[in-house]
């Protein structure tokens, strides 16, 4: 099962509902009768109403579907038609490792509400369940109490932690938690940001403020910006991605909150249209509930079920 | 970005003009269209199908009204059944059935809840009420924390028996000491849950079953994708939900979801949060969220705030000087800081119909520090200067610069602008009492007020 075991787990809850009714489509798709004829426009609208509610939106399912319907030859099911362009459109984003500092520099930015103060606790707990000693620096000195939750995560974690008081500027906190990290050897440097729509120039600036800090007190910095997703979210994330490139150079994506309910399709719009990489995904409300992306297993995780055996378990 | 729907539609019809009726093909484009536009507000599938097939079933064959574009006749009806989809139920509370007025706040995580809690408490308050805030999240780290520091900026009492560490206790300890102090609501902020979490549901029951909630509001992310439905509707069905809050809709997300979620769970939406201070939650009106859903920009939003900030005796004695040309940068001063009162600049421009794409051009969106420094330079000036601007030679424009922080570009760039300005109103108001200047404004209101299609 992997590290994905747990992902498979929190997509299986819900997932279930929408896998269902893929049986269903792909059943028919795949009937020994139709085998040999293209995929049918019935077909196709069942598909392409599965995408969109996945959130993955109407540009990047109308591709998929119109990919699928294009390539579905005779005796090949269309359920690995779907899964391999899934595949290749987060294979075709970007995946090259990032790269490492002295110390590495990691920005997380988002709008309001998505998790950032939590991803930063867990990906710093993954850091040092790997034997770094990262740093995390509270810099989201704007929302009431955030400073604190970081430091109670901090504590969860067993990583040390740099706050600003509340209302200081953010650039100021970063500048010494980089100062920290330098003289005492801890990387990487992990620093929370407020969140902040991105409709909002000024604070977007306050971002750029940030990055040109971190650039000028190590060289290579920031070497990875993740902007934190909600699963749950709709096709305005991809406004958002926009924003957060341009304004703070956002290298991947951690999608958050991924358990339960939603299947984060949006990130499958992100990786098709933006290129950008999904780096972690959130899968529960526990420190180790964050792990590394990745596209082979979300795929499968989205599409696992009890086909294997050849049938749906309902008719077994 | 996304094109609004009107301009969208405007390019269809284009080809059109001068068609007195609508033709099937020329409907069956634009249902594209719309289709197209609600999906990527996170509509939800179905919702959009059935919706398509009912305007499609009103449009074929309809005269155009005379006054109408055939592109603008298939927003109307578009929009007509959207506002009809809402319903037109009020936004706001319930009436409460007794004394303190209980309002329960369920979500997800990050959805916003504690800040809704604290804006509604505000929105109470501004009512005459006097709400007590409570906090059961004894889960997120500093939860409990966050509210307690919202509570005290928002000028709100907030209830927190230290050491009460169980969530229906704390809740049903609020209500008792509501009763006892004598406030008349009592908003109970919970811990955010995912909707398939059944142990965090049945303690959301047990709080609910403790307090009896007049009003029991979901609160949700105006970014939410498709996955709205079936977690509002998962909330109703554990909790009863009354009502709806959707937070965030000040970023530029259409909140199609919410349309979603009114029409499949059938529950109507109470407020929207619009902005980020404490006082940026409105009672729901339908046409507004419409508008925003269509593109079509939030004019009458913009007209209210303008008639609560502008003091209407204050705008005559402008209009006077106007005419007498007698202009100064103590007025421009009284004017900008008008201006202002009606909310950060951002969200102002946002309101304003094909501002979103104002955003995309480098440079153009406003700064607010600009602003600032266009204040202290006429902080900076003498009272004579200010009155008349023509005194203000080159050592006053470096004085100027000097104690405003700014540098004389900057006080030359500012006189340039204001003698600029004076010119145009100049030009505006030459009309004389009542003459084409505020003529034309009025015409502008009444264009916007009347008929918002397509603008």
Known sequence: MGLFGSVREGLRRTARQLLGRFDEISRRADAPERRSAPVDAETADALEELLIGADMGVAAAGRTVAAVTGRARRGEPLRDLVKAELLSILQGASRTAPPVGDPTVIMVVGVNGTGKTTSVAKLAYLHRAQGARPLVCAADTFRAAAVEQLEIWARRAEVEIIRGREGSDPASVVFDALAAGKARGWSPVIVDTAGRLHTRANLMQELAKIRRIAEREVPGAPHEVLLVLDATVGQNALVQAREFMAAAGVTGIVLAKLDGTAKGGIALAIAHDLGLPIRYVGVGEGIGDLVPFSAPEYVDALFENSWEGGRPASQR | ?455
């Open chain 2, 1 to 455: 970005m996304f094109e609004s729907l009107s301009e969208r539609l405007q390019g269809i019809f284009r080809t059109l003009r001068g068609e007195a009726r609508l033709s099937e093909s020329a409907v069956e484009s634009a249902l594209r269209e719309i289709r197209m536009a609600l999906l990527e507000a996170d509509v939800n599938f179905r919702v959009t199908k059935a919706f398509i097939d009912r305007v499609r079933e009103r449009a074929v064959g309809q005269d155009v009204l005379r006054s109408l574009t055939p592109g603008q006749h298939v927003v109307r009806i578009v929009r007509d059944e959207l506002i009809a989809l809402f319903g037109d139920a009020p936004g706001g509370l319930r009436a409460a059935k007794s004394t303190p007025h209980v309002v329960l706040l369920v979500g997800l995580q990050g959805a916003g809840k504690t800040t809704a809690a604290a804006r509604l408490a505000r929105w109470m308050a501004r009512r005459g009420r006097h709400p007590l805030l409570v906090s059961t999240d004894v889960r997120r780290p500093a939860a409990i924390e966050q509210l307690g520091v919202l509570g005290r900026q928002a000028g709100i009492r907030v209830f927190d028996p230290a050491g009460e560490a169980d969530p229906v206790a704390r809740a049903s300890r609020a209500i008792a000491e509501a009763r006892t102090l004598g406030f008349d609501a009592v908003i109970v902020d919970t811990a955010g849950r995912l909707h398939v979490d059944s142990a965090l549901m049945g303690e959301l029951q047990a709080i609910r079953d403790a307090v009896h909630p007049d009003d029991a509001l979901y609160v949700a992310d105006a970014m939410t994708g498709q996955d709205a439905i079936r977690s509002a509707g998962e909330f109703n069905r554990h909790i009863g939900v009354t009502g709806v809050i959707l937070t965030k809709l000040d970023g530029d997300a259409r909140g199609g979801a919410a349309l979603s979620v009114v029409a499949v769970v059938g529950v109507p939406i109470a407020f929207v949060g619009v902005g980020e201070r404490l006082d940026d939650l409105e009672a729901f009106q339908a046409d507004r969220l419409v508008s925003r859903l269509l593109g079509m920009g939030d004019v009458l939003s913009l007209i209210e705030r303008a008639e609560h900030v502008v003091d209407r005796d204050e705008a005559a004695r402008l209009e006077r000087k106007l005419r007498a040309d007698d202009f100064t940068l103590e007025d421009f001063l009284a004017q900008l800081k008008t201006l202002r009162k009606l909310g950060p600049l951002e969200q102002v421009l946002a309101m304003l119909p094909g501002m979103g794409r104002l955003k995309d051009l480098a440079g153009a969106s406003p700064d607010e520090r600009q602003l600032n420094a266009v204040e202290a330079m006429i902080n900076s000036m003498t009272p004579g200067e200010r009155r008349s601007y023509r005194i203000i030679d080159g050592s006053r424009r470096r004085r100027i610069a000097r104690g405003s922080g700014t540098a004389v570009e900057d006080v030359n760039r500012l006189l340039r602008q204001f003698m600029q300005m004076r010119k145009m109103l100049k030009a505006v108001g030459a009309g004389g009492p009542g003459g084409g200047g505020r003529r034309r404004m009025r015409q502008a209101a009444a264009m916007l007020r009347g008929r918002g299609l397509g603008a």
